[in-house]
């Protein structure tokens, strides 16, 4: 089941990612993301009534603190790059990027909580930054040749 969830979960991603090219044309990244973020919140508003009806709503500073930086940091900041990318590049080499995800979790890891980098995942992430760098020459190879 979890593999069957991973790959719809990366059609859909890959949906997504075509949907935002197409409308990088008309919208900058800002106004793709602004418009993604109205629209998700509005489809997720029911879902919050719901958990704020069964186990209220807390008010902490340091709560708020981490749901401004989600905001600004994992929705609009990233989503306006992911936006802008899909502007220069073509889908396929923007979602390259996201297998470097692991990277930036992991450091925000180490960062923020003291969590160990095993080996192992620094041989993992090299293997995964040398996919996307050919990934990335692949075309960028093939642009220079045409050109000459």
């Keep these: 089941m979890g593999e069957l969830l991973g790959l719809a979960?990366?059609?859909?991603?890959?949906?997504?990612?075509?949907?935002?090219?197409?409308l990088a044309n008309e919208l900058?990244?800002?106004?793709?993301?602004?418009?993604?973020?109205?629209?998700?919140?509005?489809?997720?508003?029911?879902?919050?009534?719901?958990e704020i009806y069964k186990t209220g709503m807390v008010w902490r500073m340091d709560l708020v603190?981490?749901?401004?930086?989600?905001i600004a940091g994992g929705g609009v900041v990233t989503?306006?790059?992911?936006?802008?990318?899909?502007?220069?590049?073509?889908?396929?080499?923007?979602l390259l990027f996201n297998n470097l995800i692991?990277?930036?979790?992991?450091?925000w890891a180490?960062?923020?909580?003291?969590?160990?980098?095993?080996?192992?995942?620094w041989a993992a992430m090299l293997l995964v930054m040398a996919g996307v760098l050919l990934g990335q020459a692949a075309s960028l190879f093939s642009s220079t040749s045409s050109t000459s």
Excluded: K
Excluded at 9 to 22: H, I, K
Excluded at 80 to 90: E, K, T
């Design 110 to 121: 180490w960062a923020c909580l003291g969590e160990s980098i095993t080996s192992t995942f």
């Design 79 to 94: 989503f306006w790059i992911w936006n802008h990318a899909l502007r220069c590049w073509p889908t396929s080499q923007v």
């Design 65 to 70: 603190a981490v749901q401004a930086y989600c």
């Design 9 to 22: 979960a990366s059609v859909l991603w890959t949906n997504y990612g075509r949907q935002c090219r197409a």
């Design 28 to 50: 900058s990244g800002a106004e793709v993301s602004a418009h993604t973020m109205w629209r998700a919140g509005l489809l997720l508003l029911p879902l919050a009534v719901v």
């Design 102 to 107: 692991p990277l930036s979790t992991m450091s």
